[in-house]
């Protein structure tokens, strides 16, 4: 899938590029145009640099000068290091200053530790692209709208010979079929 950038987001870019290794802003600019909703929210400039085989150094630099340039939008996450899950989201490092965090999914407290826990992940801004993420609320009906049309199938499921009695999908538990 290609998206057609917007010509603020092709001027930002090239102004990127003036500050920036060129074929890293190319690899950007690129997976910024190419890639899915999904995938262009909370990126990691590490696993971009590997993943591409571009110089790390380069990459987070380059990621940074984005972020500054309103390219993309710069997150300081504190995960669950027993599921992995977002505690909190920051925009400052200053800000991440609770002295114990409690998940909800794990209900397990936790105090923060910069190399354990937290990560620095970058979102492409709605100014270069909008993507589902920057829409939270229509992503949940979208969720709600699908957990429906599996319930409906898992009712009709329930009905053929053999089956034990209805399953059904929760949004509280998502992905998970009870009985």
Known sequence: MTERLTSEAEGLFAVLRQSADPQTVAAIEGFVAEASDRELCRINAIDFAATRRLDEERVVAAFLHAARLGIFELSWNVLCPGCGGVLDTSTTLKSVKHDDYVCALCAEGYQPTLDEMVEV????????????????????????????????????????????GPARVSARRSGRVRR
């Open 121 to 164: 992940t970058f979102t492409v801004s709605r100014r270069v692209r909008r993507i589902a993420a920057h829409d939270p609320d229509a992503a949940a009906a979208a969720m709600a709208r699908h957990i429906q049309q599996v319930n409906a199938v898992l009712a009709e499921a329930a009905n053929l010979p053999g089956n034990v």
